[in-house]
Structures are given as structure tokens and as C-alpha cells.
């Protein structure tokens, strides 16, 4: 679901609010009343929700999940034992 930034008008209150995309726009001003508060053109903002998501996924460390780098380059580990040399490195 997105998050998206409001701020009142008449009294300076901001907030995040999580919501769905198909929720109507909120316009009362949870701090003053007013009937001006407004949504922000901000970056994109989300949250994922269910299963398989963890905050430590696509952080780098022993315990995450994120492929090692190979040691050899590409071109060195797809050679054949019985490929000529000079084809080998090309």
C-alpha cells in the first residue's frame, strides 16, 4: 500500500498516511479540524506486507540472502578443459 504525505493548509499539521490507492483523499485536518489538508507531491513510498518479506532480505551480511560475487570472471569459468587456450579468453 502507498504512503502519502498530507499537510494542513491552515495550521502546518503533516502526516504519512497509509492507504489504499482506491481511498478517498482525506481533506479534515486531524489536529485543527480544518477542511485543509491536503495531499503532497512527494517520492514514492511503500510498504510490503505478507510473507516472505524481511527487513535484512537485500542487506548485504552473512545472514541475508543476496548472491555472492563469483570469483572468476565469466569468460574463465565457461572455458572447456579441451577448448584451445586462445578461444578460451576471447
Do not use: N
Not at 486531524?30 to 511503500?46: H, I, L
Amino acid at each position: 500500500m502507498p504512503i502519502y504525505a498530507y499537510r494542513c493548509e491552515a495550521c502546518g499539521h503533516s502526516a504519512d498516511v497509509l492507504q489504499k490507492i482506491s481511498d478517498p483523499l482525506l481533506s479534515i485536518c486531524p489536529s485543527c479540524g480544518a477542511d485543509s489538508f491536503r495531499k503532497q507531491v512527494t517520492a514514492a513510498g511503500f510498504q510490503l506486507k505478507g510473507s516472505g518479506w524481511y527487513a535484512t532480505d537485500f542487506r548485504g551480511g552473512q545472514g541475508g540472502t543476496s548472491a555472492a560475487a563469483p570469483s572468476q570472471p565469466a569468460a574463465e569459468s565457461s572455458a572447456c578443459a579441451s577448448c584451445p587456450a586462445s578461444t578460451a579468453k576471447d
